[in-house]
């Protein structure tokens, strides 16, 4: 069974970039047919969809957040990675890794726990 | 963008009940509608995927239905246990995959 886990700094200054790692165990990256995702919550509101990278690294993000967002992932170290870059206050938020899959059905099966990043000075 | 309405915002129903929620898309869909349960504190958890398919290890009373553009969760005998707040979810235009706004469901 897949586990997953965010890590990352839980505060960030208005401005700046916010950077995020998600290491995945129990599994290989590149087995299983799954692609790796970023989910986002705003304290006591609804879910967002942000973006999920495929194993050969092509990916796919949320058009809302125009060009801030990217997400990279190193299989040799079972791990994926987001950066949102010009971050302000409406970016608070838990944010979750997921799995994306299997295959082509594109639900999140496995999620990490979640971690809360604040924006703010 | 394909836009997903979830309904009721809300709801208060007893052990025992038959709760039923439902998503409505903007647009044709096809099934690509998969449904969460989050509860306080937690992340999702899925539940159901390509409307209608129960994941493995999900209890039997929830069951997920489509018609068009609309789909619904039901559960057909609401536990303690259940209490939660519920999502759907489409993927059928990706990248432009969203979520419904969802539902929190409570005990009377």
């Known amino acids: 069974q897949l586990q997953l886990q965010e890590s990352g700094s839980g505060l960030v200054k208005p401005s700046q970039t916010l950077s995020l790692t998600c290491a995945v165990s129990g599994g290989s990256m590149t087995g299983g047919g799954y692609s790796w995702g970023w989910i986002r919550q705003p304290p006591g509101k609804g879910l967002e969809w942000l973006g999920f990278?495929?194993?050969?690294?092509?990916?796919y993000y949320n058009r809302s957040l125009k060009s801030r967002v990217s997400m990279s992932l190193d299989v040799s170290k079972n791990e994926f990675s987001l950066r949102l870059n010009s971050v302000t206050a409406a970016d608070t938020a838990i944010y979750y890794c997921?799995?994306?899959?299997?295959?082509?059905?594109?639900?999140?099966?496995?999620w990490g726990r979640g971690t809360l990043v604040a924006v703010s000075s | 963008d394909i836009q997903l309405t979830q309904s009721p915002s809300s709801l208060s129903a007893s052990v025992g009940d038959r709760v039923t929620i439902t998503c409505q898309a903007s647009q044709d869909i096809r099934v690509y509608l998969n449904w969460y349960q989050q509860k306080p504190g937690k992340a999702p958890k899925l539940l159901i995927y390509d409307a209608t398919n129960l994941k493995t290890g999900v209890p039997s009373r929830f069951s997920g239905s489509r018609s068009g553009t609309d789909f619904t969760f039901t559960i057909s005998s609401l536990q303690p246990e259940d209490i939660a707040t519920y999502y759907c979810q489409q993927y059928d235009n990706v990248p432009s995959i969203t979520f419904g706004q969802g539902t929190r469901l409570e005990i009377k």
């Open positions: 990278i495929y194993p050969g690294g092509s990916s």
């Open positions: 997921a799995t994306v899959g299997p295959y082509q059905v594109l639900s999140l099966e496995y």
